[in-house]
């Protein structure tokens, strides 16, 4: 029996874009396990902060209630400009990571390094070999795009990329004019091997959420030696 046709998306009576496709490889009926864009009518939005980096703003949105009559309501959120990270792998199967203090956790995390996507015009895995270098001190030869992922969907839409970064060789003393400051003054580098940190993230001793995604992608895009990864300059869906 053929697999059935996947449905074309459809709009509703409110405007919200349904994405119904039929996933093949679920059995007929199940919708495909992809995510799509969609976007729920607004009818206004407040701004309550705006700061250097972030915007928290509230949204009334119109959204389907339980009598199947639809409601508006309130959906507070962050505005962020979006971040790279990099999982750093070198010929021994180890991971590089980094050590830094995060004022909100209140806590000393374990992280790829990353950094916020600020330079205008900039290509992302670009963005991601400059925190390399001036995180880590370490330059690569091979890039890869390894997860895309949003941070936390509900509450901000910072999406991340994570890109994997191989053939590495360390920068010269004297080539980066990059000073650390803050949070970032005091940053212990370690290499870790790949398994090591998948059993720490899994056992609850890693944290931060780009590093523990990082991780265990790249773990298992190490099944086929990488080689089904998309290139670095894959477009974003």
Do not use: C
């Not at 074309?8 to 996933?23: L, Q």
């Not at 799509?36 to 389907?64: C, N």
């Amino acid at each position: 029996m053929s697999a059935p046709e996947p449905q074309a998306d459809r709009t509703d009576d409110s405007g919200r874009v349904t994405a119904d496709r039929a996933d093949a490889s679920a059995g007929p009926g199940v919708p495909e396990v992809v995510d799509v864009p969609e976007e729920w009518k607004v009818v206004s939005s407040a701004e309550h902060f705006s700061g250097r980096v972030i915007t928290a703003l509230t949204d009334r949105v119109v959204m389907p209630g339980g009598d199947g009559e639809d409601e508006v309501v309130a959906r507070d959120y962050v505005r962020h400009p979006g971040s790279v990270a990099v999982v750093a792998l070198d010929d021994e199967d180890r991971v590089l990571m980094i050590r830094q203090y995060r004022h909100p956790a209140r806590r000393l995390l374990w992280e790829l390094p990353a950094g916020l996507r600020d330079v205008d015009g900039e290509p992302l895995h670009a963005g991601a070999a400059r925190e390399l270098a001036e995180e880590a001190g370490y330059r690569a030869r091979t890039w890869h795009t390894l997860v895309d992922a949003f941070i936390s969907p509900g509450m901000t839409d910072e999406r991340t990329r994570i890109f994997l970064a191989r053939d590495l060789s360390p920068i010269p003393e004297g080539e980066l004019d990059f000073v650390r400051r803050h949070e970032e003054a005091d940053m212990p580098v370690v290499w870790i091997p790949l398994s090591e940190a998948v059993r720490r993230a899994l056992a609850g001793m890693i944290h931060n959420s780009q590093a523990v995604a990082g991780i265990l992608a790249a773990y298992a895009a190490s099944a086929d030696a990488f080689a089904s990864l998309r290139p670095a300059d894959a477009p974003e869906a």
